[in-house]
């Protein structure tokens, strides 16, 4: 069935060095991919998307990765800082018949910063 | 701006008391969503809005019951609260559009709830 999973449920990174977060997904019809960040005590915020015409994608500190060949997702933080311990989710969006995108969350990982 | 606002941020029901988790948004958005996340768990979908007047189930619909009434307002009615509804609910909003960063769902900072 459809699903969104990630290979690590827990990431462990010295601060300064670099952070990747993997994730697969198994719909091939999923056109759009989001990474959301959410902090201890807080909801998920949105930290960078990419559609599926595109493969890599940058932002400030973070770039995402998209492989559709194998159906993988990355999201790869630059120089990890201490503010950046959160679960990081990815999701999937998959246009429907109706106007409704389902969107499918992963399990998330936790990632942690060692100072 | 206030984003998505939730309340009450924190409750406790007995077995079998009802309920209504408040949500509103402020954004314009059209679709809204209800979510629950159980510890160390990802987010399952509850319920989902297109738009006012217009609601359909998501993943985990039983037990729960909502309405669309206002563009604004999504409100998570539990009838008869059970154990297994101990979770955390999130509410969140987007903004369906076909070219521009579509699907990018705006949350609210949660309800949690224990049902005991």
């Known amino acids: 069935g459809e699903s969104v999973g990630l290979h690590l449920p827990t990431l462990s990174v010295q601060e300064g060095d670099n952070s990747i977060i993997n994730c697969a997904y198994s719909?091939?019809?999923?056109?759009?991919f989001i990474w959301y960040k959410q902090e201890s005590g807080k909801g998920p915020q949105f930290i960078i998307d990419?559609?599926?015409?595109?493969d890599k994608r940058q932002g400030q500190r973070v770039t995402v990765l998209l492989n559709k060949t194998v159906k993988h997702l990355s999201l790869q933080i630059a120089a990890t800082q201490p503010g950046d311990s959160a679960v990081y989710f990815c999701a999937e969006s998959t246009p429907l018949k109706t106007s409704y995108d389902k969107v499918i969350f992963g399990p998330g990982t936790s990632l942690s910063v060692i100072p | 701006n206030a984003g998505v606002t939730q309340t009450p941020k924190f409750r406790i029901l007995k077995i079998g008391q009802s309920m209504t988790l408040q949500c509103a948004q402020d954004?314009?958005?059209?679709?809204m969503y209800w979510y629950r996340q159980d510890p160390g768990m990802g987010l399952k979908l509850i319920y989902y809005?297109?738009?006012?007047?217009?609601?359909d189930k998501g993943e985990v619909p039983n037990g729960y019951n909502v309405s669309r009434s206002t563009t604004e307002d999504f409100p998570l009615r539990l009838e008869l609260a059970a154990p297994s509804q101990t979770s955390v609910y999130f509410c969140?909003?987007?903004?369906?559009?076909?070219?521009?960063?579509?699907?990018?769902?705006?949350f609210g900072a949660g309800t949690r709830l224990s049902v005991l």
């Open positions: 990419i559609r599926s015409n595109m």
């Open positions: 809005s297109v738009g006012a007047g217009i609601t």
């Open positions: 719909n091939s019809a999923s056109d759009y």
């Open positions: 969140a909003s987007s903004k369906h559009h076909e070219t521009v960063a579509k699907n990018i769902q705006y």
């Open positions: 954004m314009n958005h059209n679709y």
